[in-house]
């Protein structure tokens, strides 16, 4: 039975790893750097608490949320596809954005600066965190076939195919008649849709939007991303084995057995060794990063 509730605990905590990291396998795989994951999804927690609450439906919140992990995106494309912006920096301000744009519409919205008021849900209202919770939950169900979905895009369609291909060599992709910018603006936008996702997953689980409540998980997706050599049946693997480090964090904090700072640091840890491990090994797309000629 713990072993149940533990690995029950895991996929719940996987649930926003999974969506975010699967639009950053796109985004990459595209040759943009999915720096921005973090932002898009804070941007679809908040579109989701509005759609919610104002909507009085948990599905308008997901509409929503889908909004504002895809406006965020198409800033972020427009800024590094039109106009060239260093990918990094232009990452890093979306982020800022993010925040200051979510702090700020917050007290708009709601007259508060860290929570919103509650919000509708999915699954059963009493269900907790158990097995009853999961089942209940179509996001936990839309988190789950988020990566096999991208894979089967990548691998199995024309769009994946293209994808792969100015990811790697734009200028090639270019010659041969593939619509480069086209196909990079349908990677972000679908990266940001599909990180908004976890963010929209966050809100509708804890029934309210708080400030930075996304608390370094697009990070934490994007570190999945390197780890799984941008492979998504890798990059699932590496979202399941950080969440069973986070789930193991809370279990120990619970017991109290080791002091709570270095209980806060597992997933942490794991992930900056996980990456110091793999990065000098892993091959990114040869494009990433590089303004499309």
């Known amino acids: ?21 699967a639009g950053g396998v796109v985004s990459e795989r ?77 007290r708009l919205a ?14 059963a209202e009493h269900a907790g965190t158990g097995v009853s919770a999961l089942l209940s939950n179509p996001m936990i169900w839309l988190g789950v076939i988020a ?9 199995r369609t024309p769009f994946g195919l293209r994808v792969r291909a100015v990811g790697e060599h734009p200028v090639a992709a270019r010659s041969v008649g593939i619509p480069v910018p086209r196909v990079r603006y349908s990677a972000v936008i679908l990266s940001g849709i599909l990180a908004g996702l976890g963010g929209v997953y966050l809100v509708l689980d804890q029934h309210q939007f708080t400030d930075q409540m996304t608390a370094g998980r697009g990070f934490i997706a994007l570190a999945a991303t390197i780890f799984g050599r941008w492979d998504p049946l890798r990059v699932g693997l590496a ?37 110091a491990g793999v990065v000098g090994r892993a091959v990114p797309p040869a494009a990433l990063g590089k303004v499309a000629e």
């Open 239 to 275: 979202c399941l084995l950080f969440a069973a480090a986070e789930t193991l964090q809370i279990q120990l904090q619970g017991a109290q057995l080791i002091p709570s700072q270095f209980v806060e640091m597992i997933p942490y840890v794991l992930t900056i060794v996980a990456l």
């Open 1 to 21: 039975m713990a072993a149940l509730l533990f690995l029950a605990q895991t996929l719940r905590i996987a649930i926003p790893y999974l969506f975010a990291a």
């Open 110 to 123: 709601f007259g508060s600066s860290s929570n919103s008021p509650r919000v509708a849900g999915f699954g």
């Open 30 to 106: 595209a040759g943009l750097i999915g720096l921005t994951l973090e932002g898009y999804m804070l941007g679809g927690a908040f579109g989701a608490a509005l759609g919610s609450y104002y909507g009085h439906s948990a599905w308008i919140g997901v509409l929503s949320g889908i909004g504002g992990g895809a406006l965020l995106a198409l800033v972020y494309g427009v800024s590094a596809i039109r106009f060239r912006a260093d990918q990094v920096v232009i990452g890093i301000a979306i982020n800022l954005l993010a925040i200051g744009l979510t702090r700020f519409f917050l």
């Open 147 to 155: 990566i096999p979905v991208i894979g089967w895009v990548l691998y």
